[in-house]
């Protein structure tokens, strides 16, 4: 049976930093409540005429280059994304015809901070029933501009940043090994967008988020036949330091073996995960044949987990 996995990464993070000191100008808050709170030291905001398919066109290229697959030879684009830059066309589209991946069928997928996952596991199908031999998914969020700079329940949280990955066949003891996706429309109206801005009940996507991001790590790794001692490395949606740290204690992990890029970027939604993974694999955290946990959680409310072995 053919094995889908990922064989080359890309990011791309907004050019402006905006540190937790630089909002203590703005609103009612300050460096050590957001810090204790959240873990975000700061974030990054795309300029105002960098839009989302800018964002993850120069992530793609990227991991275009990483994967030695040119533009030519991706079979299907998917763009997990909440930001895109208009309501129609889409942003695979746009994202095609700028890298010129003309035979690319495109699509993308609305699932929040859970889309990068759920892109992953869409692309998997397609490669493993035989029917492309390349996908580019990719997160992509421009939350500065569904952000109300003046909530402080919500304006510290965000930012800006796309990461891509192209997926591809890969050895048979590499690759995506299981995945779980699942959806609780019951708390659809915690975090939503009805007008111009994000919406949020803290509380309880807090709640749901440390409840969740735990049971569904642990339940992909039963579905792929292994335990929570086989993990090598946690890559959580990175949303939130406490809910976070939840997760890695669920799996009984030390400190070092969980992503913890929340600090520099604070949450870019569907792009955290791949952000964050092109963080450690430039760090050397990830090493061929680590077996990795990611898992993210988002608006819907929707959830996703994937046990991944790295490496082609």
């Known amino acids: 049976m053919t094995r889908a996995g990922i064989l080359g990464i890309g990011s791309y993070v907004g050019e402006h930093v905006v540190t937790n000191k630089d909002f203590e100008k703005r609103i009612d808050t300050s460096d ?16 105002d005429n960098v839009d989302t398919s800018d964002m993850a066109y120069e992530a793609s290229v990227k991991a275009l280059k990483a994967a030695g697959v040119s533009a030519e030879e991706i079979d299907l684009i998917l763009v997990a994304t909440v930001t895109p830059d208009m309501p129609f066309p889409t942003v695979s589209t746009l994202v095609q015809q700028r890298l010129g991946a003309k035979k690319a069928a495109a699509m993308d997928i609305s699932a929040a901070c859970a889309g990068f996952i759920y892109g992953l596991a869409t692309g998997q199908q397609f490669i493993e029933n035989g029917g492309y031999k390349h996908v580019l998914v990719i997160g992509v969020e421009k939350l500065s501009k569904i952000t109300d700079m003046t909530d402080r ?31 609780d429309g019951e708390g659809a109206m915690h975090i939503n967008q009805k007008g111009e801005y994000i919406q949020m009940n803290g509380r ?7 409840r969740q991001m735990g ?35 669920r799996l009984e992990l030390p400190v070092e073996k969980m992503s913890t890029t929340v600090k520099k970027y604070g949450n870019t939604s569907s792009a955290s995960i791949p952000m964050a993974m092109v963080d450690e694999l430039n760090d050397g955290k990830i090493k061929d044949g680590d077996l ?20 082609r």
């Open 153 to 183: 329940n919500t304006a510290v949280l965000f930012g800006d940043g796309a990461g891509a990955a192209v997926m591809g066949a890969v050895s048979e003891d590499r690759g995506i090994l299981a995945y779980e996706l699942g959806a």
């Open 292 to 311: 990795l946990v990611l898992v993210g959680f988002g608006a819907g409310l929707v959830w996703g987990s994937l046990a991944l072995r790295w490496g």
């Open 32 to 47: 050590e409540w957001i810090r204790t709170r959240t873990g975000i030291e700061e974030r990054r905001f795309a300029p």
């Open 215 to 249: 049971e569904s790590a642990l339940s992909v790794l039963e579905k792929a036949g292994l335990s929570k001692e086989d993990v090598d490395f946690l890559i959580p949606h990175q949303a939130n330091i406490r809910i976070m740290e939840a997760s890695r204690e």
């Open 204 to 210: 309880e996507v807090f709640k749901f988020a440390v």
